[in-house]
């Protein structure tokens, strides 16, 4: 569906990607994960074919971006990072006009409006304008519109960000149950349980360059433990007590407020710590989250 | 359900770019559909101008003349009124509106992302300008031929001439607003409407200019569509208005190729 080989993007002299290769299957679900600057959405441009490719070779759906632009938006799905629903339009008008740019006639746009207001449980809101909708309405309403083509690909960068729980469990089932029917995804996310319950394969993206690609377990087995024993000691302990528990676990990081222990069985490095006579205010076992690759790989200094 | 069968290829050959016109003035006429009585704010200010300066002081002038035929002021004041409600109209729309629908509502990022081209967000938008100027120049078409200010059939060539004026500034205006920055810049677009409405020989004739400030008047776009309008609808038309046809026209196509490049840089980034 997706194939890019050596893909750049440049503005002028700041290089936001830098060289990736992405492979996208049939029916898979796809992830980019990284912080913020990574070069997530600049990629999501350039495969959405709205944003010329600076290097390198991209084909989408087969084609060539740069050539066949509208072809490949016709089969396209594009939930943008930001909710651009059209405020002068109500909730119906919004599915309906934007049916109308991808050239479906009148009948069959009427149809899917009506099937995409339920879908996105927005029927008895039709009328109403958007401003009058909430964050996870707008969201609804948004990737709603994006399926009204019936896309072959569906571009869905940063879905959930800015929802309440409720909000994005709902949304999570419906990418699920679109997944389910045969489109494929591509989603961009910094939320690592997002990735872990949507995506079947993802990349770790960091300042342009992919460092790690693979499914969220592979991932976790690569780059982390089975599991992390987290202790906690008084504050300023840490750093002098590392030393002590170094050679329990595969790896140890220092934080403020606790010690993260890197092992494949929590309990027992549990156990040894108590028998070296450390006693930690407080101790957990947990298994490893795509998190820990996460930051392992893209280190815990902000971005930006 | 929307989404159960796949494939899902998109069965539709997407918009020619006539259809593409017509979808996105679909998309503008729905939008204003609530909001008519806009319209009528722009429609009535040159009914007011042609009442109180046409036919109000028009009453101090007694004859006046025009390409060598006796009118009344109030019909010769009547088609520059004509052409400025379709410069008012198209400039309505090309300016503050497209400003916020391409800064603000991200109304373009949400067309590009279809198979819609930004030439056809160009052609688009810039009909829309234009059918806005040419409404309120039909209605006030209707009104000069109420109050019996028509007597040739040319004027029935005021109508498209109207639709060439809005072009031509609908287009040369989207452009310009492409360039702004915040809404403190249309300023100067309001710094030039007003000069351009009351000084291209829209309530006196051009003779009232000597030497070269008269040229630069003649140069003026207003101006063409001022004296293109009132050839036609006193029916004594010259070459003046053949220059004007070409200077509109080409004014207007100028404007449209910006418009399209400046979409390309600012949004396919």
């Known amino acids: 569906m997706i194939l890019a080989r050596g893909l750049r993007k440049s503005f002028g002299e700041f290089d936001a990607v830098r060289g990736i290769d992405v492979d996208v299957r049939r029916g898979e679900a796809f992830g980019f994960l990284g912080p913020n600057g990574a070069g997530k959405s600049s990629t999501m441009r350039m495969i959405a074919a709205v944003s010329p490719v600076s290097g390198g070779e991209l084909r989408i759906l087969g084609l060539d971006p740069a050539t066949d632009g509208p072809a490949i938006r016709a089969r396209l799905g594009v939930c943008p990072q930001e909710d651009t629903l059209d405020n002068e339009l109500n909730v119906r008008d919004n599915l309906y006009i934007y049916g109308r740019y991808f050239g479906i006639p009148k009948a069959v746009v009427r149809e899917r409006t009506d099937e995409l207001l339920e879908f996105a449980m927005l029927t008895d809101k039709a009328k109403a304008k958007v401003e009058e909708l909430s964050g996870g309405m707008k969201r609804r309403l948004t990737i709603a519109r994006s399926l009204i083509n019936k896309p072959d690909l569906l571009l869905l960068d940063e879905p959930t960000t800015g929802l309440d729980p409720q909000a994005r469990h709902l949304l999570w089932d419906q990418l699920f149950r679109l997944k389910q029917a045969g489109v494929t995804l591509v989603i961009t996310t910094h939320y690592m349980d997002e990735a872990e319950q949507l995506c079947d394969r993802l990349v770790v993206m960091d300042r342009g360059v992919i460092a790690a690609e693979g499914s969220p377990l592979d991932l976790i087995r690569q780059f982390s433990t089975r599991e992390v024993a987290e202790l906690r000691f008084g504050v300023g302990e ?57 930051l392992r790989l893209t280190g815990r200094s902000l971005a930006d | 359900m929307a989404t159960d069968q796949a494939p899902r290829a998109a069965a539709y050959p997407h918009l020619t770019p006539g259809g593409a016109l017509a979808v996105i003035t679909l998309r503008n006429f729905t939008t204003y559909r ?216 080409v004014m207007g196509l100028i404007g449209l190729v910006v418009v399209r490049r400046r979409l390309d840089t600012l949004l396919l980034t």
């Open chain 2, 34 to 249: 609530r909001y008519w009585k806009l319209f009528l704010t722009g429609f009535l200010e040159p009914v007011f101008y042609l009442f109180s300066i046409g036919i109000g002081v028009g009453q101090l002038i007694d004859t006046f003349e025009f390409n060598g035929q006796q009118i009344p002021y109030a019909e010769f004041v009547a088609p520059g009124m004509l052409a400025a409600s379709a410069f008012n109209g198209a400039l309505l729309d090309s300016t503050y509106n497209v400003f916020f629908k391409l800064k603000y509502d991200k109304l373009y990022d949400q067309m590009l992302a279809t198979p819609l081209t930004t030439a056809d967000v160009a052609r688009g938008e810039i009909l829309w300008g234009q059918l806005r100027g040419a409404t309120y120049s039909g209605a006030f078409l209707l009104v000069m031929l109420a109050l019996g200010m028509i007597h040739s059939w040319w004027a029935l060539l005021a109508l498209p001439a109207a639709l060439l004026i809005g072009f031509a500034f609908s287009s040369v205006c989207m452009a310009l607003t492409t360039y702004m920055k915040s809404f403190q810049d249309f300023d100067k677009i309001t710094l030039a409407q007003l000069p351009l409405f009351l000084f291209s020989a829209t309530f006196f004739p051009i003779t009232a200019y000597d030497g070269w400030l008269r040229w630069v008047v003649e140069a003026t776009p207003l101006y063409r569509g001022v004296v293109l309008c009132r050839e036609l609808t006193t029916g004594s038309l010259t070459a003046a208005s053949a220059v004007s046809v070409v200077y509109l026209v």
């Open chain 1, 238 to 294: 840490h750093e002098s007590l590392a030393a002590k528990v170094e050679d329990l676990g595969a790896r140890v990081e220092v934080l403020p407020d606790r010690l993260l222990v890197y092992t494949d069985d929590g309990e027992e490095v549990l156990a040894k710590v108590h028998e070296r006579g450390l006693e930690p205010i407080a101790a957990l076992v947990r298994r490893s989250t795509l998190e820990d690759v996460f």
